[in-house]
């Protein structure tokens, strides 16, 4: 069930905590939009070059590749600078370079809100 205020959006979500992708998952997917899944950041980063999402929203801490180390690689390439990300995670504060950040736990509604207006929005002010 699409919302009214725009297109599908491919959404990108990162982490490893199995069960938080699981609800970021349904959460998206009942919202109307496409998910695909990455376990670290290396993972999501060879994702993003092979399909990349209007979106990304990823944990910060995680082992392989951190997710600043993936925003930070993300922001670096040309290709992939202009996509969005939001970043979900006990150390919010650490995501520096990401568009918009929420602290865990979140409110699936407050995450869905946040992740909707970025689709909408882009980048927009940096």
């Excluded at 993972?43 to 392989?64: E, K």
């Excluded at 997710?67 to 504060?93: H, M, N």
Aim: contains cysteine; charged residues 20%.
């Amino acid at each position: 069930m699409a919302h009214g205020w725009g297109s599908v959006g491919r959404i990108l979500v990162v982490d490893d905590e199995p069960d938080l992708l699981f609800i970021l998952r349904r959460v998206f997917t009942r919202a109307g939009h496409e998910v695909t899944e990455a376990d670290n950041g290396a993972a999501a980063l060879a994702a993003v070059q092979q399909s990349p999402p209007d979106l990304v929203v990823t944990d910060i801490m995680m082992p392989v590749m951190s997710g600043v180390e993936l925003i930070r690689a993300l922001r670096a390439d040309p290709a992939t600078a202009a996509i969005p990300i939001l970043s979900v995670s006990g150390d919010w504060q650490l995501a520096v370079d990401a568009d918009a950040a929420l602290a865990k736990p979140y409110q699936c509604k407050e995450i869905l809100t946040v992740a909707e207006g970025l689709l909408r929005e882009g980048r927009g002010t940096r």
